[in-house]
Each structure stands twice: as structure tokens, then as C-alpha cells.
């Protein structure tokens, strides 16, 4: 699988070094209006047609094979060593009644606070237990504001609030926040002094820094006092903007070619001009995903981007006036083996060693497919330094019109001005007398206005996801480095879902490894947000429904020394003295850990299970337990020493053994068992051990899945009451109806009967002589509709009407009724 990957990854590479004129198959993934160098796709589109069905035989003879090794050991099939179920005691939680939306977080840990931002409220929580709330202030729309939001169409009770958005840092320890505002954005300072949390209520225009629509992608960063934003500069969200708010306001063109469609992602800083040769700036890296312009297709194709600009950029002189010259994008690709469509990133994280440059930093970044035909999620690592060379080196991308009256994207050949269009301002710029991008000349600002794509896609380390899962969303990601007991430092991912779970990750030397999830929330709610804390080392979760808080690393939930080994879980290890699953970094004796391996035969003698006496009666049913210690492990039963097989009478479950209609036979000693294979070897434990014995009837214990029923007792004598209570209500009803003669005394029913039986004999014959002289007789016009046209009922009912007529008359004179069938007229073919 490995290798497939790798496949898959360096062919697209390849596409990138390849001249622009051969084709590219990633801008020919959905039919396209023409081939790549702009020629009439109709031709080739009939020659596919051709090929398909010479193909289709022969692609089953190389896809067989394929599958047979997907099926054997896919990657892909990665799932989670322990699930574990919500549980109050997972983390430590906070929500408020009435309020939603905890999806923007600040840690302030100079505080000791986590700021949390939500629907109309924001509040400062005890960073250490996030369950405890310190403050909290409330920044409500006016009902002017909802009225005037209602009346642009938009949700009074769900669009029409103040969706807090933004919560940054500012050099005087005060905070700047941000909010939708009822689609009219506002910004303000918030102060916490003395345990309180305060808005100054000194409101700015938030337009360009925080979006209107509050289910709007957006990401935004503090740096040096000053707000980068990327969101939407308008009501109908149709003007997207990479904004630098101060002290000169800085934006992106209102071009597609810029910006077309986006969906802001993430923004991060990179202190690019600390010890650097060249005297280079530092950088702002968007990450969001887009329309891709550069593929002409019938169907829209998203891919994924990144972005960056330099902190010192000012904008034009003439061209670009307060514009970028700066701004420029490349496609980010993420290759899982199963889609050929490009998968769209979610979220990112920076991770930097302190000790190394900025550029051995890396981003962790998490991908979704773009359509129902895939359901893996994936996680690719980039290094700052490719990217930041796609940029300083790479190709431009150019567009050249066609024949056809559109635009097509091919990678630019011509000379390059100088200084180079879109890079900032260093030590070559400045010796030839530009200080500032107000000097650069019209014909570089050009340049990048009309070229600001790269031609080079970004590819992955490695080219091939780190991690690929099937069936849970990714939304959100962090990353933590833990040194193991080995002496190595690994990434630990902890990854958010939609299905409100988190998972914990690692990556051995290329083989992925999940060792649990979590369910975070209850009811289920998508992760919205992750933070980490240096301070507390712990990690915070938001959702609408609340927000959390986790450690990084639960080793109590392993309680024997193979379970602690085999969870490869880098932060854990066996401490042999205490006999417990301990935090290596809360311990200064040598634990037991594997966890490249997961070599569990470290592990000393476990101590035998304690068998627990059980008994049933002949026929009777029982339920052995056996929890799985892991979803990687197959529980196997064993009785006297044998293995069990399915039967009849035994049935396997997930979490147990069921014994049915027992007999003597199935008296013994069962042992529940569990296998599971590491990469160093397989190992059994037993996790269970029953002495079932075979009993009189009439005696067994809890375990039965089917006690006798209890004969005493208050709930029987309660039940004995009600019941003679019906038993005379009834009576009375019988005599009451005797009286009034609703119905017949016994000794008159045999009287009574022999005169219905002529009348109804006499009736019959008279109905069904009526019913065939009206079929012979042509219906007048007003007749003719005898199926009413607004019955709705089904067409079994036609005959209600004439039956509830002859029913009538035959109730007056006290005769029984008699439902008979009778022929119709239908004038209208839909009504048979």
C-alpha cells in the first residue's frame, strides 16, 4: 500500500516538471470544454467512447489483484486501537443554558485564563479546569439590529445574533474582539481586570475583519498589533479579502484570479527575516481552497491553496495601490490512492522546534474528499522550506486567450522582471535603490496583478499522506512532539472530528497508527476548534454544544502491562514496582514501552484471572461477559482446554459468550481469550475465566438472560386488583346494554335471526337486480362522476358512498348492514 501511495504522489510530481504544452490530468478531471493546449474536446471525448469498452474487459484482469491486496493489509482501513464512549469524566466540561457557538478561543496564559468566544457572550474560564467560570460578558444585537437583519431576509433566531469571531492578544494586554453583529460586524477591546471580563464598547467597523454570514469560513492572526483577515468585505459575501486592517489598509484585488470562491482556511506568521543572509522579510501564509480557474471544465473543481504576502508590503505607487504586490498562491496537493479528484484542506497547524530555523518548520494539515464517492479523510505534512522555494523560485502561471473566448492557464516561458514580481523586499532590492514596495516599478506590479499563480504544485513529505482514515471528518487538528522511552521524539497528532470524537495519532516510520478516540460531546457535535496549552499541557476542544477540556496522554485506561505495551502510545509506559500504565514524564524509574514495535513479551508474567462461579438450570440461557481490551484484538473462548466453535446452542458475540437451551454438556471451565497482533509478534491474555455448573430449575444468578417471573409481591396483588376492577366495569357495560336492548337476550336470537335471514335474503335480490339495470343505463351528465374527484382515499374505497347510503336505510328499520359490491361509471381514465 505504501508503495501505491508513493505511486500516486510521484506521478503528480512528475506532471509538475513535465513542459506545459503535454497535458495535465489534473485539470482534465471533470469533462472538459477543450483538451489542455485548447483544442476541441469532442474528438477525443468520441475516441474514449471507443477505448471504454476495449478497456472494460481487460480492467477487471488488473483491478482483481488490486483489490485483493487492498483487502489483504490497507492502510486505509486504519482505525482506532480503543474507542472510548462519552463519559463526563472524559474531560472537564463547559457550557451555559441558552447559549451556542463556542467556537473562538484565546488562551491567555498569562492569566491563567482561557477566553472563550460564543453566541452573544464571551467568557474567561479557569485555564487549569475550564469547568469553573471566572467572568463572562455579554455583547447582545439590539432588537433595531435584529429587525434590520430580518428584513434583509436572514434567520431572526439563528443568523440575526452576534457570533463572536475574533478573539487576539494586543501588545497592552488587552484583547480584540470581533462579532458578526446581525450581518454588520463590529469590533471592540475587552479588558479583564480585578475578575471581571470588560468591553470598552469603543466599536470599529468591523467590515474586512470579521465575516457577516456567521457560518462563514474566516481565519484570521494578531501580528505585531496589527489584524490579518481573510473573510468576505460585503453583505452578500461576493468580495472576499486577505486584509491587513492597519496602520495602511492593505487588501487583495477583486479578481478571480486572485481569489475566486474561496474558503479561508487558516493564517500563520513565519519570522522569515530572523537570521536570514538575504535580509528577507517575514511572511503571512494563508491556507484556504478555492475555484480553480486554471481548469476548464463543465463542473466546477476545487483544489487547494496556499498563500502568502510579506509584513513590510505597502501596497503600489501607481499600480496596486494599496494592494498587495506580495500576494502569491500555489495549489497544495494531498494524494490518497483512492480519488484522482483533488482532496480540500480543512485545517492546519504549525509545528517549529524551538531549537532549529524557521524553515525546518512544518505544517500539519488535514483533508476531506470533494465529493459523496469518497469517504477517507487524510493528513499531509509540508515543510516551510518547499513552499517558501515554490514561491522564490518557481514558475508563474499565465493566462492566454483562446479561440474559443475564454481564458486557459499554461505556465509562463518569457523573460521575468527584476526585481522578481510578488517576492519582498531584501538586500539585492535595496542595493538597486528600492527600500519600500512604493518603489517597485509598474512593469514588476503588472506582473503579479495579472500573474499571481504559481505553476509548481506543493507536494507532501514523503508524497503521500501521513494518515488516512475512513469514516470520520476531519475538522481540526493538533500537533504535539513527545520524546519516547527509545530516545526518538514523535509527532503525536490530535485530530477533531465532525462526530464530536478526537483521535490520537502517530505515524512509525510510515505506519499509521490511531491509538484511541474519544467521544468529546453528547449529543454528538463537530469539533469547531482545538487549542494547546504549553502552560497546562492540556488540550481544549470547542463545539456549538460546549467546550472541553483533555489531557494529552490517559494512561490509566490501560490496566495490564500487555494493553499499556501494545497502545504504542508514545506519553505511556509500565512501571513494574507500582504495577500501573504510567506518564513517562511523571516518572524517574525506566518503564516498559514499545512503541514501534508494540513488543509485549517485555512484559512480566501477568497474574492468573480469578475465575467467577456461574450456574443455570437445564434449558436455560446464560451470558458469559468479555469485554475486548482493544478493537484490533479477536476474542477466541476455550472450554476444559478446547476452542470453541459457533454453534446452536453457542453464540460468539462482540462482547461475550451466550450460551442457549443449556444442557449438561455445556458444564466446564470457559476462558475467554484475546489475540492481538503487533508488529513484533502476536499475543494472547485472557481476559476471562467462568466456572459455568448446570443447576436444579429454578436456580441460576443475574446473568440469565431469562428469570422466572415473580408470583408475589405488591406489583402482582396491584395487578390482581386492576384486573378484577376491568372484569366488573365489564359486567356492568354487558347488563346496562341487555336493558336498553342494544343487544339481543340469548333466548331471543334464534327468533329473531330466521326473520333477518328472508328479509336480508329479500334485499339482496332487490340490490343486485337494481345494480345491473344501472350498469346497462347510460348515466345522465350530472351523474356520470360517481367516484368523487376529491376523495383522496385509495381506489378500495370507491364504494363508500353507496354502501354508507344502504347501510343507513338498513339501520332504521333495525335490520344488520350488508356491504355489497356495485358496478360505476368512470368517465376519466385516471380514476380506474
Same mark, same amino acid.
Given at each position: 500500500?505504501?508503495?501505491?501511495?508513493?505511486?500516486?504522489?510521484?506521478?503528480?510530481?512528475?506532471?509538475?516538471?513535465?513542459?506545459? &504544452?503535454?497535458?495535465?490530468?489534473?485539470?482534465?478531471?471533470?469533462?472538459?470544454?477543450?483538451?489542455?493546449?485548447?483544442?476541441?474536446?469532442?474528438?477525443?471525448?468520441?475516441?474514449?467512447?471507443?477505448?471504454? &469498452?476495449?478497456?472494460?474487459?481487460?480492467?477487471?484482469?488488473?483491478?482483481?489483484?488490486?483489490?485483493?491486496?487492498?483487502?489483504?493489509?490497507?492502510?486505509?482501513?486504519?482505525?482506532? =486501537? =480503543?474507542?472510548?464512549?462519552?463519559?463526563?469524566?472524559?474531560?472537564?466540561?463547559?457550557?451555559?443554558?441558552?447559549?451556542?457557538?463556542?467556537?473562538?478561543?484565546?488562551?491567555?496564559?498569562? /492569566?491563567?485564563?482561557?477566553?472563550?468566544?460564543?453566541?452573544?457572550?464571551?467568557?474567561?474560564?479557569?485555564?487549569?479546569?475550564?469547568?469553573?467560570?471566572?467572568?463572562?460578558?455579554?455583547?447582545?444585537?439590539?432588537?433595531?439590529?435584529?429587525?434590520?437583519?430580518?428584513?434583509?431576509?436572514?434567520?431572526?433566531?439563528?443568523?440575526?445574533?452576534?457570533?463572536?469571531?475574533?478573539? &487576539?492578544?494586543?501588545?497592552?494586554?488587552?484583547?480584540?474582539?470581533?462579532?458578526?453583529?446581525?450581518?454588520?460586524?463590529?469590533?471592540?477591546?475587552?479588558?479583564?481586570?480585578?475578575?471581571?471580563?470588560?468591553?470598552?464598547?469603543?466599536?470599529?467597523?468591523?467590515?474586512?475583519?470579521?465575516?457577516?454570514?456567521?457560518?462563514?469560513?474566516?481565519?484570521?492572526?494578531?501580528?505585531?498589533?496589527?489584524?490579518?483577515?481573510?473573510?468576505?468585505?460585503?453583505?452578500?459575501?461576493?468580495?472576499?479579502?486577505?486584509?491587513?486592517?492597519?496602520?495602511?489598509?492593505?487588501?487583495?484585488?477583486?479578481?478571480?484570479?486572485?481569489?475566486?470562491?474561496?474558503?479561508?482556511?487558516?493564517?500563520?506568521?513565519?519570522?522569515?527575516?530572523?537570521?536570514?543572509?538575504?535580509?528577507?522579510?517575514?511572511?503571512?501564509?494563508?491556507?484556504?481552497?478555492?475555484?480553480?480557474?486554471? %481548469?476548464?471544465?463543465?463542473?466546477?473543481?476545487?483544489?487547494?491553496?496556499?498563500?502568502?504576502?510579506?509584513?513590510?508590503?505597502?501596497?503600489?505607487?501607481?499600480?496596486?495601490?494599496?494592494?498587495?504586490?506580495?500576494?502569491?498562491?500555489?495549489?497544495?496537493?494531498?494524494?490518497?490512492?483512492?480519488?484522482?479528484?483533488?482532496?480540500?484542506?480543512?485545517?492546519?497547524?504549525?509545528?517549529?522546534?524551538?531549537?532549529?530555523?524557521?524553515?525546518?518548520?512544518?505544517?500539519?494539515?488535514?483533508?476531506?474528499?470533494?465529493?459523496?464517492?469518497?469517504?477517507?479523510?487524510?493528513?499531509?505534512?509540508?515543510?516551510?522550506?518547499?513552499?517558501?522555494?515554490?514561491?522564490?523560485?518557481?514558475?508563474?502561471?499565465?493566462?492566454?486567450?483562446?479561440?474559443?473566448?475564454?481564458?486557459?492557464?499554461?505556465?509562463?516561458?518569457?523573460?521575468?522582471?527584476?526585481?522578481?514580481?510578488?517576492?519582498?523586499?531584501?538586500?539585492?532590492?535595496?542595493?538597486?535603490?528600492?527600500?519600500?514596495?512604493?518603489?517597485?516599478?509598474?512593469?514588476?506590479?503588472?506582473?503579479? !496583478?495579472? !500573474?499571481?499563480?504559481?505553476?509548481?504544485?506543493?507536494?507532501?513529505?514523503?508524497?503521500?499522506?501521513?494518515?488516512?482514515?475512513?469514516?470520520?471528518?476531519?475538522?481540526?487538528?493538533?500537533?504535539?512532539?513527545?520524546?519516547?522511552?527509545?530516545?526518538?521524539?514523535?509527532?503525536?497528532?490530535?485530530?477533531?472530528?465532525?462526530?464530536?470524537?478526537?483521535?490520537?495519532?502517530?505515524?512509525?516510520?510510515?505506519?499509521?497508527?490511531?491509538?484511541?478516540?474519544?467521544? /468529546?460531546?453528547?449529543?454528538?457535535?463537530?469539533?469547531?476548534?482545538?487549542?494547546?496549552?504549553?502552560?497546562?499541557?492540556?488540550?481544549?476542544?470547542?463545539?456549538?454544544?460546549?467546550?472541553?477540556?483533555?489531557?494529552?496522554?490517559?494512561?490509566? @485506561?490501560?490496566?495490564?502491562?500487555?494493553?499499556?505495551?501494545?497502545?504504542?502510545?508514545?506519553?505511556?509506559?509500565?512501571? !513494574?514496582?507500582?504495577?500501573?500504565?504510567?506518564?513517562?514524564?511523571?516518572?524517574?524509574?525506566?518503564?516498559?514501552?514499545?512503541?514501534?514495535?508494540?513488543?509485549?513479551?517485555? %512484559?512480566?508474567?501477568?497474574?492468573?484471572?480469578?475465575?467467577?462461579?456461574?450456574?443455570?438450570?437445564?434449558?436455560?440461557?446464560?451470558?458469559?461477559?468479555?469485554?475486548?481490551?482493544?478493537?484490533?484484538?479477536?476474542?477466541?473462548?476455550?472450554?476444559?482446554?478446547?476452542?470453541?466453535?459457533?454453534?446452536?446452542?453457542?453464540?460468539?458475540?462482540?462482547?461475550?459468550?451466550?450460551?442457549?437451551?443449556?444442557?449438561?454438556?455445556?458444564?466446564? @471451565?470457559?476462558?475467554?481469550?484475546?489475540?492481538?497482533?503487533?508488529?513484533?509478534?502476536?499475543?494472547?491474555?485472557?481476559?476471562?475465566?467462568?466456572?459455568?455448573?448446570?443447576?436444579?430449575?429454578?436456580?441460576?444468578?443475574?446473568?440469565?438472560?431469562?428469570?422466572?417471573?415473580?408470583?408475589?409481591?405488591?406489583?402482582?396483588?396491584?395487578?390482581?386488583?386492576?384486573?378484577?376492577?376491568?372484569?366488573?366495569?365489564?359486567?356492568?357495560?354487558?347488563?346496562?346494554?341487555?336493558?336498553?336492548?342494544?343487544?339481543?337476550?340469548?333466548?331471543?336470537?334464534?327468533?329473531?335471526?330466521?326473520?333477518?335471514?328472508?328479509?336480508?335474503?329479500?334485499?339482496?335480490?332487490?340490490?343486485?337486480? =337494481?345494480?345491473?339495470?344501472?350498469?346497462?343505463?347510460?348515466?345522465?351528465?350530472?351523474?356520470?362522476?360517481?367516484?368523487?374527484?376529491?376523495?383522496?382515499?385509495?381506489?378500495?374505497?370507491?364504494?363508500?358512498?353507496?354502501?354508507?347510503?344502504?347501510?343507513?336505510?338498513?339501520?332504521?328499520?333495525?335490520?344488520?348492514?350488508?356491504?355489497?359490491?356495485?358496478?360505476?361509471?368512470?368517465?376519466?381514465?385516471?380514476?380506474?
Amino acid at each position: 500500500m505504501d508503495s501505491l501511495l508513493s505511486g500516486a504522489s510521484k506521478g503528480a510530481s512528475v506532471s509538475q516538471r513535465r513542459p506545459h &504544452h503535454i497535458i495535465d490530468a489534473t485539470r482534465c478531471l471533470y469533462p472538459c470544454m477543450t483538451d489542455c493546449n485548447g483544442n476541441n474536446k469532442a474528438y477525443i471525448l468520441s475516441l474514449n467512447k471507443i477505448a471504454m &469498452h476495449q478497456l472494460l474487459s481487460l480492467s477487471v484482469f488488473w483491478l482483481l489483484p488490486l483489490a485483493l491486496t487492498l483487502e489483504e493489509d490497507s492502510p486505509l482501513d486504519c482505525f482506532p =486501537r =480503543r474507542s472510548v464512549l462519552y463519559h463526563r469524566d472524559n474531560a472537564h466540561m463547559f457550557r451555559e443554558e441558552g447559549v451556542f457557538n463556542y467556537s473562538t478561543m484565546l488562551l491567555r496564559e498569562d /492569566l491563567d485564563l482561557l477566553v472563550l468566544g460564543a453566541r452573544e457572550a464571551v467568557y474567561a474560564l479557569d485555564l487549569n479546569n475550564i469547568s469553573k467560570k471566572l467572568a463572562s460578558a455579554k455583547w447582545e444585537v439590539t432588537q433595531q439590529q435584529k429587525v434590520a437583519c430580518k428584513n434583509k431576509g436572514k434567520d431572526p433566531e439563528m443568523e440575526c445574533k452576534n457570533y463572536i469571531r475574533i478573539l &487576539h492578544k494586543t501588545e497592552d494586554n488587552r484583547m480584540y474582539v470581533c462579532g458578526t453583529n446581525a450581518f454588520d460586524p463590529e469590533c471592540d477591546y475587552m479588558s479583564y481586570t480585578d475578575g471581571n471580563l470588560t468591553l470598552e464598547k469603543k466599536r470599529e467597523d468591523g467590515k474586512g475583519k470579521c465575516p457577516f454570514d456567521p457560518f462563514q469560513r474566516y481565519a484570521s492572526i494578531m501580528f505585531e498589533n496589527k489584524l490579518y483577515s481573510a473573510t468576505s468585505m460585503n453583505f452578500l459575501g461576493s468580495e472576499p479579502v486577505l486584509m491587513r486592517s492597519s496602520p495602511v489598509s492593505i487588501r487583495t484585488e477583486f479578481k478571480s484570479s486572485w481569489l475566486h470562491e474561496p474558503n479561508f482556511v487558516s493564517m500563520v506568521q513565519m519570522p522569515e527575516s530572523k537570521m536570514s543572509a538575504e535580509g528577507d522579510d517575514d511572511k503571512v501564509y494563508l491556507f484556504f481552497s478555492e475555484t480553480a480557474v486554471e %481548469c476548464d471544465c463543465y463542473n466546477k473543481l476545487v483544489v487547494s491553496r496556499v498563500a502568502r504576502v510579506c509584513k513590510g508590503d505597502l501596497g503600489g505607487q501607481r499600480t496596486l495601490q494599496k494592494k498587495w504586490t506580495s500576494f502569491l498562491k500555489a495549489r497544495m496537493d494531498c494524494p490518497v490512492l483512492e480519488s484522482q479528484m483533488p482532496y480540500i484542506i480543512q485545517d492546519t497547524y504549525r509545528w517549529c522546534d524551538p531549537q532549529q530555523r524557521w524553515k525546518d518548520c512544518l505544517f500539519f494539515a488535514i483533508f476531506t474528499p470533494q465529493s459523496d464517492t469518497s469517504n477517507l479523510s487524510a493528513v499531509c505534512v509540508y515543510r516551510v522550506s518547499d513552499i517558501s522555494k515554490v514561491f522564490a523560485e518557481g514558475k508563474y502561471k499565465t493566462p492566454v486567450p483562446v479561440e474559443t473566448s475564454f481564458v486557459k492557464w499554461v505556465m509562463y516561458s518569457g523573460d521575468v522582471p527584476v526585481p522578481r514580481p510578488g517576492a519582498c523586499i531584501d538586500n539585492a532590492a535595496r542595493k538597486a535603490g528600492i527600500t519600500q514596495t512604493l518603489d517597485l516599478p509598474d512593469r514588476t506590479l503588472q506582473f503579479i !496583478k495579472d !500573474k499571481p499563480l504559481m505553476d509548481q504544485a506543493i507536494q507532501p513529505i514523503g508524497e503521500k499522506p501521513l494518515l488516512v482514515r475512513r469514516g470520520a471528518t476531519f475538522t481540526r487538528i493538533i500537533v504535539n512532539q513527545v520524546q519516547a522511552a527509545d530516545g526518538e521524539k514523535y509527532h503525536v497528532m490530535f485530530i477533531g472530528t465532525a462526530e464530536g470524537t478526537m483521535l490520537k495519532a502517530v505515524n512509525y516510520d510510515g505506519e499509521m497508527f490511531i491509538i484511541e478516540e474519544v467521544q /468529546l460531546f453528547q449529543p454528538p457535535e463537530p469539533i469547531k476548534t482545538l487549542k494547546f496549552s504549553n502552560a497546562t499541557g492540556q488540550l481544549y476542544a470547542g463545539s456549538d454544544y460546549g467546550a472541553a477540556q483533555i489531557p494529552l496522554a490517559t494512561c490509566g @485506561r490501560s490496566l495490564s502491562c500487555m494493553d499499556c505495551v501494545l497502545a504504542r502510545d508514545p506519553y505511556c509506559g509500565w512501571d !513494574k514496582v507500582v504495577g500501573k500504565c504510567i506518564v513517562l514524564s511523571n516518572s524517574q524509574r525506566e518503564l516498559i514501552q514499545s512503541v514501534k514495535e508494540g513488543n509485549a513479551s517485555l %512484559c512480566p508474567a501477568a497474574d492468573p484471572v480469578k475465575p467467577v462461579d456461574q450456574s443455570i438450570w437445564p434449558g436455560g440461557n446464560l451470558k458469559l461477559h468479555c469485554p475486548s481490551p482493544s478493537n484490533l484484538a479477536k476474542t477466541i473462548w476455550e472450554r476444559n482446554g478446547s476452542l470453541l466453535a459457533p454453534s446452536t446452542r453457542l453464540q460468539l458475540l462482540r462482547d461475550g459468550l451466550l450460551i442457549l437451551n443449556a444442557s449438561h454438556s455445556e458444564a466446564g @471451565r470457559y476462558h475467554c481469550l484475546s489475540v492481538e497482533r503487533s508488529k513484533a509478534d502476536k499475543y494472547t491474555t485472557t481476559v476471562a475465566v467462568y466456572q459455568v455448573s448446570i443447576g436444579p430449575a429454578g436456580s441460576g444468578d443475574r446473568n440469565v438472560i431469562f428469570p422466572q417471573a415473580q408470583m408475589d409481591g405488591p406489583s402482582v396483588a396491584g395487578l390482581q386488583a386492576v384486573v378484577g376492577l376491568l372484569v366488573v366495569s365489564l359486567l356492568a357495560l354487558l347488563a346496562w346494554n341487555f336493558y336498553k336492548g342494544h343487544l339481543p337476550l340469548p333466548w331471543n336470537c334464534g327468533k329473531k335471526n330466521r326473520e333477518q335471514s328472508q328479509e336480508i335474503h329479500e334485499q339482496v335480490e332487490l340490490n343486485s337486480s =337494481r345494480t345491473y339495470q344501472d350498469a346497462l343505463r347510460p348515466a345522465l351528465a350530472e351523474d356520470k362522476p360517481l367516484v368523487s374527484r376529491t376523495d383522496t382515499g385509495s381506489s378500495n374505497n370507491n364504494h363508500t358512498r353507496g354502501a354508507v347510503a344502504v347501510n343507513a336505510a338498513e339501520e332504521e328499520n333495525g335490520a344488520p348492514t350488508v356491504t355489497l359490491p356495485s358496478l360505476q361509471y368512470i368517465d376519466d381514465e385516471s380514476e380506474i
